[in-house]
């Protein structure tokens, strides 16, 4: 077995803090600013991201188009 099948990846889900616009992954605090993001439905932009390479993909891939990593 070789380590992409023991590994695959993930859609990352990415989504925009409020206070310095940055994309960060959908936490209680923002890697960029450091500020607070409390849990709650987000009506920014949501972006939808390969584990690995970090390309933008469809919510719904199965492989991502730039790395070929199968999403399981």
């Known amino acids: 077995m070789s380590d992409e099948e023991e590994n695959p990846g993930y859609i990352d889900i990415l989504i925009e803090c409020h206070f310095c616009g940055g994309l960060v992954p959908d ?3 923002c890697i960029k600013c450091g500020a607070e993001m409390l849990e709650e439905d987000h009506d920014g932009i949501v972006i939808y991201a390969c584990s690995v ?12 188009p730039r790395c070929r990593t199968r999403f399981g």
Not at 53 to 64: S, T
């Open 27 to 29: 936490d209680f605090e």
């Open 53 to 64: 390479c970090r390309k933008h993909i469809d919510e719904d891939a199965l492989v991502c």
